[in-house]
């Protein structure tokens, strides 16, 4: 997300004379580090790049714009060199590290994407402008945050744009709520809840659950009504629909521990899940 609005801000004329990302890293467990895509990109446009936030305070920015940073920047910083941030919630609702996450999980119809003045608080800036959409019934944690990064991008770009200059920002107003990152505990299938609230989970990304006491991720699965092929119990399987508390969610993808992913019935095939096995034991 970060990667396109770097280059959509190059594109659209406005000087970046710094970019400040994480470290290189590994992506993968034998792989040699490499660096963030907004890293890379920085890269391809001649633009100067370091890890450390207080290098802005003498790189004669104008302003600053935090995009899925991750990082408290201080108030030192702030007095020096104004920022906004784009934020993928309507504040003040989910404010935080996982706002897409968290609206998936609580069911969220709406969410959208916020500009705000950066203040040393967490997400706490008044609002410069924001846009609504709708959350998809099957969409993804990154579905949803691909559309709002291209939707806060565009945003950006047009406050930026402004002859006037950036508006009057506005206090944000409403009861916070707060999107705390994701443990891995929350991201385990509970098959004792409804159907829909496990695909929910699904959604939300890294899913899982367990089969003969090794973990199984659940990459895509739809939730369906109770009917006479749904199973009868929390966790077992008739075909590729599990039983939960209420109707039954129908496994799409799967994924083994050290293997690719598989059409739930491609796993099934290969498992031989007997009559009394269940998921989640």
Not at 40 to 60: H, K, M
Not at 148 to 154: E, I, R, S, V, Y
Request: with cysteine; proline share 9%; aromatic share 4%.
């Amino acid at each position: 997300m970060a990667a396109r609005t770097l280059r959509a801000l190059a594109d659209g004329g406005h000087e970046v004379v710094l970019v400040v990302t994480s470290p290189d890293r590994r992506r993968e467990r034998r792989a040699s580090p490499s660096p963030t895509p907004v890293k890379r990109v920085a890269a391809e446009l001649g633009i100067a790049v370091t890890e450390r936030v207080e290098d802005v305070v003498g790189a004669t920015a104008q302003l600053g714009v935090v995009v899925a940073f991750g990082r408290i920047i201080g108030a030192d910083v702030l007095a020096r060199v104004p920022m906004v941030n784009v934020h993928y919630s309507l504040l003040p609702r989910w404010r935080g590290a996982a706002p897409v996450e968290r609206a998936i999980l609580a069911g969220d119809p709406t969410t959208g994407v916020s500009v705000m003045a950066l203040e040393r608080d967490l997400d706490t800036g008044p609002v410069y402008g924001c846009r609504e959409v709708a959350i998809g019934p099957e969409e993804t944690a990154d579905e949803l945050r691909t559309r709002l990064g291209d939707l806060g991008t565009a945003l950006l770009l047009d406050l930026l744009g402004r002859p006037a200059g950036l508006p009057k920002p506005a206090p944000q107003r409403g009861e916070p709520t707060y999107a705390a990152k994701l443990t891995p505990d929350e991201l385990r299938l509970d098959f004792g809840r409804p159907a829909e609230e496990c695909a929910r989970v699904v959604r939300a990304g890294r899913a899982w659950t367990t089969f003969r006491g090794r973990r199984l991720l659940v990459l895509t699965a739809r939730p369906r009504s109770a009917g006479r092929a749904a199973p009868g119990s929390p966790g077992s399987l008739e075909g590729s629909l599990v039983g939960t508390g209420e109707g039954a969610l129908e496994l799409v993808e799967v994924q083994s521990e050290g293997r690719g992913p598989l059409p739930f019935a491609a796993w099934r095939a290969g498992a031989r899940p007997g009559p009394r096995e269940i998921l989640g034991a």
